[in-house]
Protein backbone atom coordinates (compact mmCIF):
# COMPACT_ATOMS: atom_id res chain seq x y z
CA UNK A 1 0.00 0.00 0.00
CA UNK A 2 1.43 3.46 -0.76
CA UNK A 3 0.96 5.44 2.60
CA UNK A 4 2.61 7.70 4.64
CA UNK A 5 1.20 5.55 7.95
CA UNK A 6 0.91 7.56 11.39
CA UNK A 7 2.68 5.82 14.06
CA UNK A 8 1.69 2.62 15.39
CA UNK A 9 0.90 3.65 19.03
CA UNK A 10 -1.75 6.08 17.26
CA UNK A 11 -5.06 4.46 16.44
CA UNK A 12 -8.39 5.96 14.89
CA UNK A 13 -11.51 5.20 16.40
CA UNK A 14 -14.17 4.12 13.51
CA UNK A 15 -17.78 4.20 15.21
CA UNK A 16 -20.33 2.09 12.71
CA UNK A 17 -23.87 3.04 14.30
CA UNK A 18 -25.65 -0.41 12.63
CA UNK A 19 -29.14 -2.00 12.85
CA UNK A 20 -28.79 -3.75 16.52
CA UNK A 21 -25.51 -2.36 18.14
CA UNK A 22 -22.70 0.30 17.90
CA UNK A 23 -19.37 -1.43 17.26
CA UNK A 24 -16.18 0.69 17.79
CA UNK A 25 -12.65 -0.48 16.10
CA UNK A 26 -9.35 0.93 17.06
CA UNK A 27 -6.99 0.49 14.11
CA UNK A 28 -3.61 2.07 14.02
CA UNK A 29 -1.50 3.12 11.54
CA UNK A 30 -0.03 0.18 9.91
CA UNK A 31 -4.50 -0.01 9.33
CA UNK A 32 -4.29 -3.16 11.55
CA UNK A 33 -7.43 -3.77 13.83
CA UNK A 34 -6.12 -3.75 17.30
CA UNK A 35 -9.21 -3.17 19.69
CA UNK A 36 -12.76 -3.87 19.00
CA UNK A 37 -16.01 -2.72 21.58
CA UNK A 38 -19.51 -3.20 21.15
CA UNK A 39 -22.73 -1.99 22.41
CA UNK A 40 -25.85 -3.26 21.23
CA UNK A 41 -29.76 -1.81 21.29
CA UNK A 42 -32.92 -2.66 20.12
CA UNK A 43 -34.75 -2.34 17.00
CA UNK A 44 -38.19 -1.76 18.04
CA UNK A 45 -40.90 -3.00 15.84
CA UNK A 46 -44.99 -2.51 15.44
CA UNK A 47 -47.81 -4.05 13.65
CA UNK A 48 -47.76 -1.40 10.87
CA UNK A 49 -44.08 -2.63 9.49
CA UNK A 50 -42.62 -0.20 12.13
CA UNK A 51 -38.71 -1.07 12.81
CA UNK A 52 -37.26 2.24 14.57
CA UNK A 53 -34.28 3.34 16.53
CA UNK A 54 -34.70 5.43 19.69
CA UNK A 55 -31.73 7.82 18.52
CA UNK A 56 -30.87 8.91 22.35
CA UNK A 57 -30.44 4.97 23.31
CA UNK A 58 -28.27 4.98 20.08
CA UNK A 59 -26.47 8.01 20.79
CA UNK A 60 -26.08 6.16 24.68
CA UNK A 61 -24.32 3.36 22.93
CA UNK A 62 -22.27 5.18 21.15
CA UNK A 63 -20.95 7.37 23.93
CA UNK A 64 -20.75 4.03 26.22
CA UNK A 65 -19.01 2.12 23.23
CA UNK A 66 -15.96 5.04 22.36
CA UNK A 67 -15.28 5.67 25.97
CA UNK A 68 -14.66 1.93 26.80
CA UNK A 69 -12.81 1.61 23.61
CA UNK A 70 -10.71 4.72 24.66
CA UNK A 71 -9.83 3.65 28.03
CA UNK A 72 -8.59 0.33 26.25
CA UNK A 73 -6.49 2.05 24.20
CA UNK A 74 -5.51 4.32 26.95
CA UNK A 75 -4.50 1.45 29.14
CA UNK A 76 -1.85 -0.35 26.09
CA UNK A 77 -0.25 2.85 25.46
CA UNK A 78 -2.44 3.91 22.20
CA UNK A 79 -3.27 7.48 21.42
CA UNK A 80 -6.48 8.21 19.81
CA UNK A 81 -5.97 10.68 16.54
CA UNK A 82 -9.64 10.88 15.69
CA UNK A 83 -12.57 9.44 15.18
CA UNK A 84 -14.83 8.64 12.02
CA UNK A 85 -18.31 7.50 11.50
CA UNK A 86 -19.90 4.66 9.71
CA UNK A 87 -23.90 4.73 9.91
CA UNK A 88 -26.66 1.90 8.36
CA UNK A 89 -28.09 4.00 5.38
CA UNK A 90 -31.39 4.94 4.38
CA UNK A 91 -32.63 6.24 8.52
CA UNK A 92 -34.73 9.03 8.56
CA UNK A 93 -35.95 11.37 11.62
CA UNK A 94 -37.54 14.77 12.41
CA UNK A 95 -36.02 17.22 14.37
CA UNK A 96 -37.33 20.65 15.86
CA UNK A 97 -35.77 24.00 15.66
CA UNK A 98 -33.50 22.99 18.31
CA UNK A 99 -32.33 20.07 16.95
CA UNK A 100 -34.25 17.67 19.08
CA UNK A 101 -35.50 14.67 18.23
CA UNK A 102 -39.48 14.87 16.85
CA UNK A 103 -39.86 11.06 15.89
CA UNK A 104 -37.79 7.85 16.25
CA UNK A 105 -34.97 7.41 13.68
CA UNK A 106 -36.99 5.18 10.84
CA UNK A 107 -34.73 2.42 10.01
CA UNK A 108 -34.34 0.58 6.57
CA UNK A 109 -36.66 -2.19 7.11
CA UNK A 110 -39.75 0.28 8.11
CA UNK A 111 -42.03 -1.05 5.50
CA UNK A 112 -45.12 1.58 6.90
CA UNK A 113 -44.23 3.73 3.41
CA UNK A 114 -45.11 0.25 1.48
CA UNK A 115 -48.30 1.59 -0.24
CA UNK A 116 -46.77 4.55 -0.82
CA UNK A 117 -43.81 3.30 -2.59
CA UNK A 118 -46.29 1.50 -5.09
CA UNK A 119 -47.96 4.80 -5.66
CA UNK A 120 -45.55 6.14 -7.22
CA UNK A 121 -43.62 2.98 -8.60
CA UNK A 122 -46.82 3.12 -11.05
CA UNK A 123 -46.96 6.93 -11.90
CA UNK A 124 -47.00 7.67 -15.35
CA UNK A 125 -46.42 3.74 -16.43
CA UNK A 126 -43.32 3.72 -14.10
CA UNK A 127 -41.67 6.47 -15.70
CA UNK A 128 -41.36 8.50 -12.91
CA UNK A 129 -39.91 6.39 -10.32
CA UNK A 130 -36.82 5.39 -13.40
CA UNK A 131 -35.96 9.07 -14.03
CA UNK A 132 -35.80 9.35 -9.97
CA UNK A 133 -33.75 6.16 -9.72
CA UNK A 134 -31.41 7.16 -12.62
CA UNK A 135 -31.14 10.98 -11.14
CA UNK A 136 -30.36 9.84 -7.67
CA UNK A 137 -29.14 5.81 -7.50
CA UNK A 138 -31.65 5.56 -4.91
CA UNK A 139 -34.37 2.68 -5.83
CA UNK A 140 -38.24 4.01 -5.34
CA UNK A 141 -38.91 1.33 -1.98
CA UNK A 142 -39.71 1.97 1.08
CA UNK A 143 -36.52 1.76 2.39
CA UNK A 144 -35.73 5.39 0.83
CA UNK A 145 -35.93 8.37 3.25
CA UNK A 146 -37.79 10.19 0.11
CA UNK A 147 -40.53 7.61 0.31
CA UNK A 148 -41.03 7.77 3.92
CA UNK A 149 -41.12 11.76 4.04
CA UNK A 150 -43.85 11.30 1.07
CA UNK A 151 -45.27 8.87 3.58
CA UNK A 152 -45.10 11.20 6.14
CA UNK A 153 -46.80 14.15 4.24
CA UNK A 154 -49.64 12.26 3.44
CA UNK A 155 -50.16 10.40 7.31
CA UNK A 156 -48.80 12.34 9.79
CA UNK A 157 -49.34 15.72 7.72
CA UNK A 158 -49.08 17.79 10.99
CA UNK A 159 -45.33 16.82 12.10
CA UNK A 160 -44.59 16.90 8.08
CA UNK A 161 -45.35 20.69 8.47
CA UNK A 162 -43.92 20.99 11.51
CA UNK A 163 -40.72 19.20 11.69
CA UNK A 164 -37.60 22.53 11.61
CA UNK A 165 -35.57 19.53 9.89
CA UNK A 166 -35.04 15.84 8.18
CA UNK A 167 -31.81 14.18 8.82
CA UNK A 168 -30.33 10.86 9.52
CA UNK A 169 -29.49 8.72 12.39
CA UNK A 170 -25.92 9.94 11.70
CA UNK A 171 -25.77 13.70 11.31
CA UNK A 172 -27.86 13.26 14.74
CA UNK A 173 -25.21 11.43 16.35
CA UNK A 174 -22.40 13.83 14.77
CA UNK A 175 -24.13 16.58 15.84
CA UNK A 176 -23.96 15.56 19.32
CA UNK A 177 -20.56 15.28 19.15
CA UNK A 178 -19.63 18.04 17.59
CA UNK A 179 -22.12 20.40 17.03
CA UNK A 180 -21.84 20.24 13.48
CA UNK A 181 -25.00 19.67 11.56
CA UNK A 182 -23.83 18.12 8.43
CA UNK A 183 -24.78 15.14 6.26
CA UNK A 184 -21.94 13.39 3.82
CA UNK A 185 -22.59 12.35 -0.06
CA UNK A 186 -22.35 9.00 0.79
CA UNK A 187 -25.33 8.89 3.34
CA UNK A 188 -26.98 11.31 0.98
CA UNK A 189 -26.98 9.18 -2.02
CA UNK A 190 -29.13 6.41 -0.19
CA UNK A 191 -31.38 9.32 0.49
CA UNK A 192 -33.49 9.39 -2.67
CA UNK A 193 -32.92 13.10 -2.23
CA UNK A 194 -29.70 13.70 -3.83
CA UNK A 195 -28.54 13.83 -7.22
CA UNK A 196 -25.73 11.67 -7.92
CA UNK A 197 -24.10 13.60 -11.09
CA UNK A 198 -24.01 17.05 -9.60
CA UNK A 199 -23.73 15.81 -5.57
CA UNK A 200 -26.55 18.88 -5.42
CA UNK A 201 -30.35 18.07 -3.43
CA UNK A 202 -32.56 16.85 -6.25
CA UNK A 203 -35.47 19.53 -6.84
CA UNK A 204 -38.11 16.46 -8.52
CA UNK A 205 -37.19 14.19 -5.76
CA UNK A 206 -37.07 17.39 -3.13
CA UNK A 207 -41.16 17.69 -4.45
CA UNK A 208 -42.44 13.90 -3.89
CA UNK A 209 -41.32 14.00 -0.52
CA UNK A 210 -42.57 17.71 0.55
CA UNK A 211 -39.42 19.53 1.83
CA UNK A 212 -37.36 22.33 1.12
CA UNK A 213 -33.69 21.83 0.79
CA UNK A 214 -33.31 24.51 4.24
CA UNK A 215 -35.07 21.69 5.99
CA UNK A 216 -31.93 19.60 5.42
CA UNK A 217 -28.46 18.87 6.25
CA UNK A 218 -25.69 21.00 5.28
CA UNK A 219 -23.88 18.42 2.69
CA UNK A 220 -20.23 17.70 3.00
CA UNK A 221 -17.90 15.63 1.80
CA UNK A 222 -17.67 11.92 3.49
CA UNK A 223 -13.36 13.09 3.99
CA UNK A 224 -14.99 16.52 5.90
CA UNK A 225 -13.06 17.01 9.44
CA UNK A 226 -15.14 18.04 12.56
CA UNK A 227 -13.97 18.58 16.33
CA UNK A 228 -14.94 17.24 18.90
CA UNK A 229 -17.02 19.65 21.42
CA UNK A 230 -15.73 20.12 24.85
CA UNK A 231 -18.80 18.86 26.70
CA UNK A 232 -18.02 15.51 24.68
CA UNK A 233 -14.96 15.04 25.21
CA UNK A 234 -15.26 15.44 29.19
CA UNK A 235 -17.72 13.05 28.68
CA UNK A 236 -15.44 10.73 26.48
CA UNK A 237 -12.24 10.76 28.66
CA UNK A 238 -10.90 12.51 25.15
CA UNK A 239 -9.18 15.60 24.46
CA UNK A 240 -11.31 18.54 23.35
CA UNK A 241 -10.87 19.51 19.03
CA UNK A 242 -10.26 15.87 18.10
CA UNK A 243 -10.44 16.02 14.96
CA UNK A 244 -14.11 13.37 13.78
CA UNK A 245 -14.19 12.80 10.31
CA UNK A 246 -17.87 12.76 9.04
CA UNK A 247 -17.61 9.59 7.76
CA UNK A 248 -19.90 7.46 4.77
CA UNK A 249 -22.66 4.82 4.83
CA UNK A 250 -21.80 1.32 6.27
CA UNK A 251 -22.21 -0.39 2.78
CA UNK A 252 -19.66 1.53 0.55
CA UNK A 253 -17.17 1.25 3.97
CA UNK A 254 -18.18 -2.52 4.16
CA UNK A 255 -15.94 -2.71 0.77
CA UNK A 256 -13.13 -0.49 2.53
CA UNK A 257 -13.34 -2.35 5.38
CA UNK A 258 -12.46 -5.42 4.04
CA UNK A 259 -10.43 -4.19 0.56
CA UNK A 260 -12.89 -4.58 -2.30
CA UNK A 261 -12.13 -1.56 -3.58
CA UNK A 262 -10.01 -2.29 -6.91
CA UNK A 263 -11.75 -3.35 -10.04
CA UNK A 264 -13.63 -6.59 -10.60
CA UNK A 265 -13.74 -7.03 -6.88
CA UNK A 266 -16.83 -7.61 -5.17
CA UNK A 267 -17.96 -7.13 -1.33
CA UNK A 268 -20.44 -9.96 -0.03
CA UNK A 269 -22.26 -10.02 2.68
CA UNK A 270 -24.74 -11.78 4.32
CA UNK A 271 -25.76 -11.57 8.14
CA UNK A 272 -29.24 -10.85 8.80
CA UNK A 273 -29.36 -9.50 4.99
CA UNK A 274 -27.34 -9.24 2.34
CA UNK A 275 -25.90 -7.36 -0.22
CA UNK A 276 -22.97 -7.71 -3.18
CA UNK A 277 -21.41 -4.25 -3.88
CA UNK A 278 -18.42 -3.55 -6.53
CA UNK A 279 -16.68 -0.18 -6.04
CA UNK A 280 -16.11 2.30 -9.18
CA UNK A 281 -14.60 5.74 -10.23
CA UNK A 282 -18.46 7.67 -10.72
CA UNK A 283 -22.01 6.93 -10.39
CA UNK A 284 -23.77 4.91 -12.57
CA UNK A 285 -26.96 2.82 -12.71
CA UNK A 286 -28.24 -0.14 -14.97
CA UNK A 287 -30.67 0.35 -17.62
CA UNK A 288 -33.35 -1.77 -15.67
CA UNK A 289 -32.62 0.09 -12.52
CA UNK A 290 -31.84 -3.51 -10.41
CA UNK A 291 -28.88 -1.67 -8.68
CA UNK A 292 -28.02 1.09 -6.50
CA UNK A 293 -25.32 3.85 -6.85
CA UNK A 294 -23.93 5.15 -3.55
CA UNK A 295 -20.76 7.57 -2.63
CA UNK A 296 -17.74 6.12 -0.97
CA UNK A 297 -15.49 8.96 -1.25
CA UNK A 298 -12.51 10.67 -3.33
CA UNK A 299 -14.44 10.24 -6.08
CA UNK A 300 -15.51 6.22 -5.77
CA UNK A 301 -18.99 4.88 -6.03
CA UNK A 302 -20.23 1.44 -5.09
CA UNK A 303 -22.96 -0.24 -7.34
CA UNK A 304 -24.93 -3.36 -6.20
CA UNK A 305 -28.15 -4.67 -4.67
CA UNK A 306 -29.19 -5.18 -0.84
CA UNK A 307 -31.72 -8.25 -0.32
CA UNK A 308 -33.93 -8.16 3.05
CA UNK A 309 -33.79 -11.55 3.43
CA UNK A 310 -30.58 -13.43 3.92
CA UNK A 311 -29.31 -15.15 7.19
CA UNK A 312 -32.34 -14.66 8.99
CA UNK A 313 -34.22 -16.89 6.96
CA UNK A 314 -32.41 -19.82 8.56
CA UNK A 315 -33.09 -18.37 12.25
CA UNK A 316 -36.49 -18.13 11.19
CA UNK A 317 -36.63 -21.89 10.22
CA UNK A 318 -35.45 -22.63 13.24
CA UNK A 319 -37.65 -20.34 15.65
CA UNK A 320 -40.18 -22.02 14.19
CA UNK A 321 -39.20 -25.35 14.38
CA UNK A 322 -38.48 -25.16 17.71
CA UNK A 323 -34.93 -25.90 17.24
CA UNK A 324 -32.55 -24.37 19.57
CA UNK A 325 -29.32 -24.55 17.48
CA UNK A 326 -29.65 -22.70 13.81
CA UNK A 327 -26.10 -24.25 13.43
CA UNK A 328 -27.19 -27.94 13.81
CA UNK A 329 -30.49 -27.11 11.63
CA UNK A 330 -28.15 -25.96 8.84
CA UNK A 331 -25.72 -28.67 9.61
CA UNK A 332 -28.62 -30.92 8.78
CA UNK A 333 -29.80 -29.01 5.81
CA UNK A 334 -26.16 -29.53 4.72
CA UNK A 335 -26.38 -33.11 3.98
CA UNK A 336 -29.19 -32.36 1.39
CA UNK A 337 -28.56 -31.64 -2.40
CA UNK A 338 -29.95 -28.24 -3.76
CA UNK A 339 -34.04 -27.86 -4.13
CA UNK A 340 -34.17 -31.46 -2.19
CA UNK A 341 -36.92 -33.81 -3.73
CA UNK A 342 -37.97 -31.09 -5.66
CA UNK A 343 -38.59 -28.42 -3.23
CA UNK A 344 -38.06 -24.76 -4.26
CA UNK A 345 -38.39 -21.39 -2.27
CA UNK A 346 -39.01 -17.75 -2.53
CA UNK A 347 -37.52 -16.46 0.38
CA UNK A 348 -39.44 -13.43 0.80
CA UNK A 349 -40.13 -13.17 4.71
CA UNK A 350 -39.54 -9.78 4.59
CA UNK A 351 -39.94 -6.60 1.96
CA UNK A 352 -37.23 -7.99 -0.60
CA UNK A 353 -35.17 -5.15 -2.18
CA UNK A 354 -32.83 -6.31 -5.25
CA UNK A 355 -32.60 -6.53 -7.98
CA UNK A 356 -36.65 -6.24 -7.70
CA UNK A 357 -37.29 -3.41 -5.33
CA UNK A 358 -40.32 -4.85 -4.86
CA UNK A 359 -42.47 -2.94 -2.10
CA UNK A 360 -44.41 -6.02 -1.35
CA UNK A 361 -42.97 -9.34 -2.89
CA UNK A 362 -44.54 -12.42 -1.26
CA UNK A 363 -42.63 -15.47 -0.18
CA UNK A 364 -43.03 -18.99 -1.05
CA UNK A 365 -42.34 -22.68 -0.88
CA UNK A 366 -42.54 -24.62 -4.30
CA UNK A 367 -43.55 -28.50 -4.43
CA UNK A 368 -43.94 -28.67 -0.53
CA UNK A 369 -44.91 -32.07 0.84
CA UNK A 370 -45.96 -33.67 3.81
CA UNK A 371 -42.12 -35.42 3.81
CA UNK A 372 -40.05 -32.12 3.60
CA UNK A 373 -39.13 -31.65 7.48
CA UNK A 374 -37.00 -28.75 8.98
CA UNK A 375 -33.60 -29.58 7.31
CA UNK A 376 -35.34 -29.72 3.26
CA UNK A 377 -37.49 -26.46 4.13
CA UNK A 378 -34.08 -24.89 5.44
CA UNK A 379 -32.02 -25.88 2.85
CA UNK A 380 -34.27 -24.77 0.05
CA UNK A 381 -34.66 -20.77 1.95
CA UNK A 382 -30.69 -21.08 1.62
CA UNK A 383 -30.71 -21.93 -1.84
CA UNK A 384 -33.35 -19.33 -2.59
CA UNK A 385 -31.47 -16.59 -0.48
CA UNK A 386 -28.24 -17.18 -2.73
CA UNK A 387 -29.85 -17.58 -6.45
CA UNK A 388 -31.14 -13.88 -4.85
CA UNK A 389 -27.59 -12.74 -4.79
CA UNK A 390 -26.31 -14.18 -7.64
CA UNK A 391 -29.13 -12.16 -9.69
CA UNK A 392 -27.49 -9.02 -7.81
CA UNK A 393 -24.20 -10.06 -9.03
CA UNK A 394 -25.86 -10.32 -12.52
CA UNK A 395 -27.48 -6.76 -12.55
CA UNK A 396 -24.49 -5.37 -11.06
CA UNK A 397 -22.52 -7.33 -14.30
CA UNK A 398 -24.95 -5.55 -16.67
CA UNK A 399 -23.39 -2.26 -16.28
CA UNK A 400 -20.45 -3.16 -17.66
CA UNK A 401 -18.63 -3.77 -14.61
CA UNK A 402 -16.66 -6.87 -14.02
CA UNK A 403 -16.88 -8.87 -11.30
CA UNK A 404 -13.71 -11.34 -11.08
CA UNK A 405 -13.22 -11.90 -7.39
CA UNK A 406 -16.30 -12.05 -4.33
CA UNK A 407 -15.03 -11.15 -0.63
CA UNK A 408 -17.21 -12.10 1.39
CA UNK A 409 -18.15 -11.25 5.41
CA UNK A 410 -20.93 -11.31 7.96
CA UNK A 411 -21.84 -13.53 10.59
CA UNK A 412 -23.91 -16.41 8.31
CA UNK A 413 -20.59 -17.10 6.73
CA UNK A 414 -19.79 -18.89 10.23
CA UNK A 415 -21.54 -22.05 8.66
CA UNK A 416 -19.63 -23.74 6.10
CA UNK A 417 -22.97 -24.64 4.51
CA UNK A 418 -23.61 -20.92 4.01
CA UNK A 419 -20.02 -20.05 2.26
CA UNK A 420 -20.21 -23.69 -0.05
CA UNK A 421 -23.99 -22.38 -1.05
CA UNK A 422 -23.00 -19.10 -2.57
CA UNK A 423 -20.10 -19.85 -3.67
CA UNK A 424 -21.92 -22.80 -5.76
CA UNK A 425 -25.07 -20.20 -6.56
CA UNK A 426 -22.40 -17.25 -7.76
CA UNK A 427 -20.04 -19.91 -9.57
CA UNK A 428 -17.54 -18.55 -8.40
CA UNK A 429 -14.66 -18.93 -5.65
CA UNK A 430 -15.24 -16.94 -2.68
CA UNK A 431 -12.69 -15.64 -0.43
CA UNK A 432 -14.12 -15.36 3.41
CA UNK A 433 -12.47 -12.76 5.36
CA UNK A 434 -11.23 -13.52 8.47
CA UNK A 435 -12.54 -10.23 10.43
CA UNK A 436 -16.25 -8.98 10.84
CA UNK A 437 -14.82 -5.18 11.64
CA UNK A 438 -16.01 -4.44 8.48
CA UNK A 439 -17.80 -0.95 7.94
CA UNK A 440 -16.03 0.35 11.06
CA UNK A 441 -13.10 -0.64 9.98
CA UNK A 442 -14.11 1.14 7.02
CA UNK A 443 -14.73 4.23 8.79
CA UNK A 444 -11.10 4.10 10.32
CA UNK A 445 -9.34 3.70 7.11
CA UNK A 446 -11.70 6.63 5.75
CA UNK A 447 -10.62 8.86 9.20
CA UNK A 448 -6.92 7.74 8.33
CA UNK A 449 -7.53 9.10 4.96
CA UNK A 450 -8.82 12.42 6.06
CA UNK A 451 -6.15 12.85 8.11
CA UNK A 452 -3.50 12.34 5.38
CA UNK A 453 -2.14 9.15 6.66
CA UNK A 454 -3.53 7.11 3.58
CA UNK A 455 -2.46 8.09 -0.23
CA UNK A 456 -5.24 6.53 -1.77
CA UNK A 457 -8.75 4.66 -0.90
CA UNK A 458 -8.30 2.94 -4.13
CA UNK A 459 -4.56 1.14 -2.05
CA UNK A 460 -6.27 -0.83 0.45
CA UNK A 461 -4.90 -3.94 0.45
CA UNK A 462 -7.79 -7.28 0.76
CA UNK A 463 -8.35 -8.52 4.37
CA UNK A 464 -7.02 -11.71 5.39
CA UNK A 465 -9.20 -14.86 3.97
CA UNK A 466 -10.11 -18.18 3.31
CA UNK A 467 -11.05 -19.49 0.11
CA UNK A 468 -14.53 -21.41 -0.87
CA UNK A 469 -14.86 -23.09 -4.35
CA UNK A 470 -17.79 -24.10 -5.89
CA UNK A 471 -18.84 -27.52 -6.03
CA UNK A 472 -19.40 -27.95 -9.55
CA UNK A 473 -22.40 -30.20 -9.48
CA UNK A 474 -24.42 -27.80 -7.20
CA UNK A 475 -23.37 -24.84 -9.10
CA UNK A 476 -25.22 -26.74 -12.22
CA UNK A 477 -28.30 -27.15 -9.95
CA UNK A 478 -28.76 -23.84 -8.82
CA UNK A 479 -28.03 -22.13 -12.35
CA UNK A 480 -30.51 -24.43 -14.07
CA UNK A 481 -33.63 -23.28 -12.21
CA UNK A 482 -32.71 -20.12 -11.45
CA UNK A 483 -34.88 -18.90 -14.37
CA UNK A 484 -37.45 -20.54 -13.00
CA UNK A 485 -37.13 -18.91 -9.70
CA UNK A 486 -37.58 -15.50 -11.65
CA UNK A 487 -40.69 -17.21 -12.94
CA UNK A 488 -42.23 -17.92 -10.02
CA UNK A 489 -41.71 -14.16 -8.31
CA UNK A 490 -43.79 -13.17 -11.67
CA UNK A 491 -46.28 -15.72 -10.77
CA UNK A 492 -46.15 -14.64 -7.24
CA UNK A 493 -46.22 -10.46 -7.99
CA UNK A 494 -49.69 -11.44 -9.95
CA UNK A 495 -51.21 -13.45 -7.12
CA UNK A 496 -50.62 -10.65 -4.88
CA UNK A 497 -52.10 -7.96 -7.46
CA UNK A 498 -55.21 -9.92 -7.69
CA UNK A 499 -56.06 -10.10 -4.03
CA UNK A 500 -58.74 -7.74 -2.45
CA UNK A 501 -57.05 -4.94 -0.90
Partial sequence: MNSTAGPQHEVILGVDLGSSATKVVAVDGEFAARITVERGYPMHGGPNGEAVHDPDQVLSAAIE????????????GLRVAGISFSAAMHTLMALDADLAPLTPALSWADARAAATA?????????????????????????????????????????????????????????????????????CASATGLLDI????????????????????????????????????????????????TVGAGDGPLANLGVGAVAPGTAALSVGTSGALRVVRDGPAVDARCQVFSYALADGLWVIGGAVSNGGLVAQWAADNFDVADVGELLAKAATLPPEFDGLVSLPYLLSERAPWWDPDPRGALLGLRREHGPAAITRALVDGVARQLAMVRDSVLSTGAAVDTVLATGGALRSPFWADVLAAALESPIRVAQTDAGSAAGAALLGWRS???????????????????????????????????QRAYQVMREFADEQPS
Fill in 197 to 244: HTLAWHTDALAVAGIKTSQLPELVDPLAVAALSAAMALELGLPPGLPI
Fill in 451 to 485: LGSLDSLANVPPAAYRTVNPDAEMARRLSATRHLH
Fill in 65 to 76: AVRECARRCAAL
Fill in 118 to 186: KHLRAQEGGRLARDLHTATGTPVHPMAPMVKLAWFREHEPVLHVNAAWWCGLKDYVLYRFSGRFVTDHS
